[in-house]
Structures are given as C-alpha cells and as structure tokens.
T-cell receptor
Framework: DVKVTQSSRYLVKRTGEKVFLECVQDMDHENMFWYRQDPGLGLRLIYFSYDVKMKEKGDIPEGYSVSREKKERFSLILESASTNQTSMYLC?????????????FGPGTRLTVT | AQSVTQLDSQVPVFEEAPVELRCNYSSSVSVYLFWYVQYPNQGLQLLLKYLSGSTLVKGINGFEAEFNKSQTSFHLRKPSVHISDTAEYFCAVIRFSGGYNKLIFGAGTRLAVHP
C-alpha cells in the first residue's frame, strides 16, 4: 500500500525559529512535492524535487528551502518562521518526471507560528 | 497558463440527493484533469482522473466526472450522496512548465451532506 508520512501532525513554533518538516515515502518515487494549503486558496506549490539533491522552486518559495539527501526523504525548512507561515503543509510524491500525474499525499502538518 | 476555477466554495446537500461540483479550467495545450478529495484531518486522495479517451470518467466511491472540451469544464457528480461524502473536493490540472509537470489546484469545494 502506498504511503507518504509526515513527521508531525501538529506543530507550534515561535516567530524566528528554524522549523523542519520531514516527509518520507516508501514507493521509490522520483518526484516529491511540498504544498501549503490555506482556506479559499487551495494548494499552492512551494518546492518540488525530481531527483536526489535536485530541487526546483514552485509558485511560492519565498521564506522556504528544501533538502533531498535521500530518494525517500524530502524536507521543508523554514529558516526563520513568521506568523504568515501558519498553515497546513502537505507533502506528496509521484512516479517519474513523465508520469508524475498522480500524486500521493501525506496526512499534512498543521503549523502554527506564534 | 493552465488554471482551475471551482465555482462553489460550499455545497450543502441532503443525504441521498444528487450532487454536482463544478470545475472550469483554462488551458491552451493538452489537458489532464483530476479530482481529489480531502476528508477531515487527512491528506488528499485521488478520486478520478482524465488523461485521454472517454470523456466520462468513473472514480472511487460512486463519483464520476465528464470532460467537456467546448465548455472547458470537468464537473464532478454523484447520483446519491452519503454522510460519509462530507469532505473538501479539489479540482486540478497539470501544468507543463520547463520540462516538469505540476499540479495546479482549484480553491476547493466543501461538500456538507446533511441527514
């Protein structure tokens, strides 16, 4: 069974803290994605990676960075958390660059920055 | 550029009634369309997809959608809903950019099924 896991379901951090969100997939997928989900805005792509050590900016990369040292793991980093980064963060993965149509999602991390 | 508009932010409906969730897309190239569902406190799950072929696509849990090229629509339907269908539904389109395929999501439609 396909599985994408995220390190935390809920997280509370203070403004200015460095925050790490971890995502692991067990499907040997090439592509991994980080989205943020906000009411009325749907999902917006922050960063994605199509291979180990490769990363590409999505539509809203400002204030975020990512790391992919191993194929199964994709980390989202908030260098200095701010209150406007309070959101639901969803990780996803998909097969290869050509067939990256169906994405499998993790359960999400609800991050609150105070 | 590809984009998606979900015309209703919320749809209330009674149990066993039919429902239609509307989605319109804009795209100047080949279209690949998806509906995802998000149950409370969960991630997104694929309901159905249109890549090519028959314009009527059947998905899980009794849902279906029809690709209408002339109206640039991909509406989701179910003839009789259950309480368990209460969830948020997202329409999405593939955007081809710089050699990569990205999913572009609509804002979502919250379906509330009442007894």
């Amino acid at each position: 069974d396909v599985k994408v896991t995220q390190s935390s379901r809920y997280l509370v951090k203070r403004t200015g803290e460095k925050v790490f969100l971890e995502c692991v997939q067990d499907m040997d997928h090439e592509n991994m994605f980080w989205y943020r989900q906000d009411p009325g805005l749907g999902l917006r792509l922050i960063y994605f990676s199509y291979d180990v050590k490769m990363k590409e900016k999505g539509d809203i990369p400002e204030g975020y960075s990512v790391s992919r040292e191993k194929k199964e793991r994709f980390s989202l980093i908030l260098e200095s958390a701010s209150t406007n980064q309070t959101s639901m963060y969803l990780c996803a993965s998909s097969g290869d660059r050509r067939s990256s149509y169906e994405q499998y999602f993790g359960p999400g991390t609800r991050l609150t920055v105070t | 550029a590809q984009s998606v508009t979900q015309l209703d932010s919320q749809v209330p409906v009674f149990e066993e009634a039919p429902v239609e969730l509307r989605c319109n897309y804009s795209s100047s190239v080949s279209v690949y369309l998806f509906w995802y569902v998000q149950y409370p406190n969960q991630g997104l799950q694929l309901l159905l997809k249109y890549l090519s072929g028959s314009t009527l696509v059947k998905g899980i849990n009794g849902f279906e959608a029809e690709f209408n090229k002339s109206q640039t629509s991909f509406h989701l339907r179910k003839p009789s809903v259950h309480i368990s269908d209460t969830a948020e539904y997202f329409c999405a389109v593939i955007r081809f950019s710089g050699g990569y395929n990205k999913l572009i999501f609509g804002a979502g439609t919250r379906l509330a099924v009442h007894p």
